[in-house]
């Protein structure tokens, strides 16, 4: 009870400091963010996860507000790792330290591809430290939690915390939404523009509809394993809030993914009562929720038009195009795709791959999170700059396979695959003695397969720390270090 109380304690803290740092000037936000951080890492290692899940989907609206709120999910990471290290070399334990398993180590290698030919190509260092970041700072957390005991009561407060997360997130994209982006939004988000396409499109405080839509996918994780495990039906009510707002977000990879990594769950675990439940959940996530939001948008903007005999909105044809997402996919939308999107960047990317076969461009050169801020050395070489003065910015590839290829070359898409390939390996050895976990797992990282092809999965730092961290715990079940797992004894 102790123990419970403490965890309490630790979640409104932890909130009090990150809503304080929102008013602070950016330096004492700093000072005070990344001493608590450090803190907990230090003194509670296993609150470095619940911790993170409070921080990482609101950081891009704490970075809009204040600066000084950047940098504390890092540290608590790195300093996470220094915990375990300086534990190990303490203890003499030298091995444990390079302890790695197959898909680690080619990980790792393919981030140094990345990295040397980065150099080869003549990226500045900054730019390669600023995606190395991006793709190695999860893994670190990975490389730290699975070092970790973990028992079920553990999984179900991480859990709640999750549902917490997704409620608050889930209530503010309605507000967003109904206000036509005018309340509890950073003056730099109200004031950007907004394409007509994705102007119906919940944002949320995470800041983009597609990452929104990706945490729904884990908030729906988290409550369907509280209502396996707690028998509760009281789960429900937020189960169908977040399958509301993930359609909200109009965010057509996510449910594709979805629909492939949902199916592949309900073949693997020949679960039956699951639809049944998704049945209920996701009619009411519809009529209670979706539908309600979004007639009442509608509804709200048009009774603004009407009084001020202003147009709030897009005009009829592209609201409708926005709408109509998942089901539309026209001659027009795929002559945009070929001339300046997705089809565009794969076709492009493959002609750059015809050059660099070997190892590719390295990282900040193509379409990556480094390249779209410090722009990249080949885009002259290959017309992309053309690409910026057409979008007004540089840009994402928004496909991970073809930003691997052109990229890290033959060696790394063959890393890569060794990577995802022994990671659901290692998840499907586990499906003999806790097949709910294993499952679980084999479908998030379907779902993450999918979703690579339309989105850079891996440089989202939100969606990657729930994986890996699920991951790390596979890790620790198949080392027996933990108690027991939900719903394996069902």
Known sequence: MNSQKNFIVFIIATIAVLGIGLILPPFIALGLSTAFFAGIAWWKPKWVIPLLIIYFPFRPFLVEINEGLKYAGDLAIFLLVLVFLLSAIRKKQ??????LEIYEWAYILFCVVGAIAALITGVSLTAIIFQLRKFLTMYLLFYAVKRLGWNKQDLILNAKVIVGVGIVQSLHGYIEKLSQR?????QAWEEMFVSPANADRIYGLIGNPNSMGMFMVVAIAATFMLLRVTKQNIWYVPLAMFIGTMLLTFSRGTLLGVLVAGTLYLILSKNLRILKQLAIAGAAGFILVYLPVDYGDQFLESSVEQSSGVKQGPDDNEEEEGRNRFTDMDDQELARSASSGRIFFVKKGLEIFMDYPVIGTGFGTFGDSAALVYSSPIYADYG?????YYLGKDFYSDNQYIQIIVQTGTIGVILF???????????????ATHPSI???????????CVVGFVYNVWENQVFPMFLFALIAWVETIKKGKTVSVPGDSN
């Open 438 to 448: 294993a499952n679980t797992a084999i479908a998030l990282w379907m779902f993450t």
């Open 94 to 99: 030298w091995k444990s330290i390079f302890q």
């Open 384 to 388: 992309l700059e053309d690409i910026y």
């Open 182 to 186: 005018n309340w509890l939004l950073p």
């Open 417 to 431: 695959a060794l990577f995802l390939l022994n990671m659901v390996y290692r998840m499907w050895t586990l499906r």
